[in-house]
Structures are given as structure tokens and as C-alpha cells.
């Protein structure tokens, strides 16, 4: 895991305010206990759907952090995390999901959250993953020796940067180089040498070849990414 303090977000006499957004109650009361303790004073607001959590985002512009279950009613794949880093940019958002493989915590790093913490987590685990993210700090899952070593191709996306990995989501949803460049407001030529380091550092010669890894490790009921990347539309030639 990977843990690093900050600025104690309950400091002065601002009330904290947590947004907690998950579909099941025993785990927003599990969540909601965990800040308290650890915060009194804090306002924990609950939601349980998307849209909900747009409503609590309105209305409480300044809240601290929100803890964000991805697969909420209303929400495909990382379509949530990517409206609260558009539409509230400077709202700290850590992900609270049951999904486990790697490429899901990349993803959301990528996308700018401060942590990702899988449900499995004990709840002694989950306290002090709490205690960082309420002191401003960032938390995200390490993998063992054995796994960090092995050749996964959930391993190899490791090797991309941040603005590469958000490349590689857009490729998944088929969209060609001049729409990207539109999206992330960079030049095409930029595009185009993102895509040629991806396949690169993937081992693979066609962007079809990881458009198709893309949506194998972000497979969900819902996970319909076009949402989730500030993308635009469509195919693409090889490289």
C-alpha cells in the first residue's frame, strides 16, 4: 500500500463535511462510523445512487472527500469518478470498490483520485486507510513481490504514464486520434506518439490489439468507459 500524510483536513473551525456514495447500506453505516470515530464533528452525508451524489455534490460544493462505490445504480464503469473530477475538480474522491483487479486502481489514479481501497479490507485496515484519507493523505493497494513480478498484462499497463493510461481509455471505446486531441486538449501529432508508447510498452502492434486488453481488464456489468475518460468518439486506424 502506499501512504502519505497531508494537511488535516478537519483543521479551523470548518466542518468536515464526508460524502459517503454506496448502494448498500450496512456498508455506508460501516463507513460513516469509521469517519466519526475518527472525526466527531464531521457531516456525513450518505447517497446511494448517482444521481444523489450529483444532488450531495451541489449542495455541499466544499465537502472534504468522498468515498465512492463505482458500481452504483445510475453509474457505468468509471463514469461517476470522471463527473466529480470534471465537475468539482478540486473535491478529493477516494474509490471504495469490491472490484479487485489492478487496472481498476490505475485507472481511477489516473483519473485523479486520491486512493482505492477494495472491500475486503478489514475493518482495522479500513480505519487507518480512513485516518490517512482524512488527513489529506493518499492511499492505493500494493501488490506482493510475486505479483508486482509477474509478466500480467495488468502489470505491463504499470509501465504507462498517467496521460497514456488515460490515452488507453479512450482507445477502448474505439475513438480515433483527432477526437482524443480534442478531449484532452493536445495536438493530434501528441496523440499519436501516446499511442505509439502504449503499444510499445504493452508489446502489442495494433491499437485494435489494446483496445481489445482495455476492455478485458475493465470488465464490469456496466463498464462502459465513454463516460469515464472525458472522451469523445470513435475507431482508429493502426499504428
Sequence with gaps: MTLAGGNQMGQGNKQLTVIVADDHPLFRVALRLGVRTLEPGAHVVEVDSFDSLKRAV???????????DLMMPGAEGLSSLQYLRTQ?????????????????????????AVGFVHKSATPEQMQEILRQLLDGGIWWP?????EASADTPENKLDRLSRQELRVLLHLKEGRLNKQIAGDLNVSEATIKAHVTAI???????????????????????????????DAAPAGGEDE
Design 58 to 68: 451541489a449542495d455541499d460544493p466544499d465537502a472534504g472527500l468522498v468515498l465512492l
Design 88 to 112: 468539482a475538480p478540486e473535491l478529493r474522491v477516494a474509490v471504495v470498490s469490491a472490484l479487485g483487479q489492478k487496472s481498476w486502481a490505475l485507472s481511477a489514479r489516473a483519473l485523479g
Design 142 to 146: 500494493e501488490a506482493s513481490p510475486d
Design 199 to 229: 503499444l510499445r510498452k504493452l508489446g502489442l502492434y495494433r491499437r485494435t490489439q489494446a483496445a481489445v486488453l482495455a476492455q478485458r481488464l475493465l470488465k464490469s456489468e456496466s463498464a462502459s468507459l465513454a463516460h469515464a475518460v
